[in-house]
């Protein structure tokens, strides 16, 4: 994490390789929970690191034999393989559908559906999904689903509705007049800084880098408002140098700080702090 350049990184993947090899070892029945769980934060690490130094052939082999061990652990599997396809490796992205399932208990409720219809996932009836929920705002969260699904009218009445929970939020109201209601709420519908490392590697993938740059400065401004602990101020910082990487259009800084995000969310958060303190859990 205190590398400057991405070409220089051998000593790195050279630790990890030492480390992999030694996890089968320590794998055994009286403590395979624990030992599994080991084995796929390395796996994880050491597929980035590999990445990085666009070792292609040694990362498509590790996949090719352990690719159900990284799959044991949803989140890892999912923010592993969106770190290291915009790292530029050639492999499969998570589905629309597996990355929804890592981040929906992190999005507010109220935003369940209009963040399932952003990621293309269907809904079969919307007005009985928001109803599902006692505690929350049904006519919000049909309005929410409908504003994604291009109605005008459902726009201006969540519109409105946003511009109320950002004034009490911290986020500047200037998020609004640069952004559509769309991207606002994928944005504002996120209470943890690890969902918007997941949604800002998919905007990187899809070349939106205007979206992950939204999302890097709300993750940078909730950080912010938490900087309590070496974690909280780590998150703050590498969020603040992906949104200063993404500003100057500096795709090597861009992945150094992917991959600092990935490695403090993963190495040094997991379970994921849940950032919720800043904004609103309803519309």
């Known amino acids: 994490m205190r590398t400057r350049r991405l070409d220089n990184l051998y000593d790195v993947v050279k630790e990890f390789n030492e480390l992999w090899n030694e996890v089968p070892k320590n794998v055994n029945s009286t403590e395979l929970r624990a030992s599994l769980d080991v084995s796929v934060h390395v796996l994880g690490g050491y597929l980035i690191a590999l990445a990085l ?3 292609q052939e040694y990362v498509r082999e590790i996949l090719n034999v352990y690719s159900d061990l990284l799959g044991m652990s949803k989140p890892i599997n999912v923010a592993t393989r969106l770190t290291i396809k915009y790292l530029g490796m050639d492999v499969e992205v998570p ?8 981040i929906k208990d992190d999005v507010i409720p109220d935003l369940r559906p209009a963040m399932a219809e952003i990621l293309g996932i269907p809904i079969s009836d919307v007005q009985k ?18 504003a994604v ?28 007049g640069r ?7 994928e944005v504002i519908g996120l209470t943890s800084s690890f969902s918007h490392f997941i949604l800002t590697l ?28 070496a974690y909280d101020r780590a998150l703050k910082w590498y ?45």
Not at 204 to 217: N, P, Q, V, Y
Not at 261 to 274: D, S
């Open 202 to 229: 998919r905007a990187l993938i899809l070349g939106d880098k205007d979206l992950a740059l939204l999302h890097a400065e709300v993750a940078h401004l909730i950080t912010q408002a938490l900087y309590d602990t």
């Open 95 to 102: 589905s629309n559908k597996e990355v929804f399932e890592v």
């Open 129 to 146: 999904e928001c109803e599902r929920y006692k505690f929350i705002d049904s006519k919000a969260c049909v309005a929410a689903y409908n």
């Open 149 to 176: 699904k291009g109605d005008k009218e459902a726009e201006e009445y969540v519109k409105q509705k946003i511009t109320i929970g950002l004034s009490n939020s911290g986020i500047p109201s200037e998020l609004l």
């Open 239 to 283: 969020f603040d140098e992906l949104t200063d990487a993404l500003k100057s259009n500096d795709d090597n800084s861009i992945k150094r700080a992917i991959a600092k995000l990935y490695y403090c969310h993963l190495w040094f958060g997991y379970p994921v702090i849940t950032l919720s303190i800043r904004l609103p859990r309803r519309l």
């Open 53 to 55: 130094m666009g070792r």
């Open 179 to 185: 952004t559509s209601v769309r991207q606002l709420i």
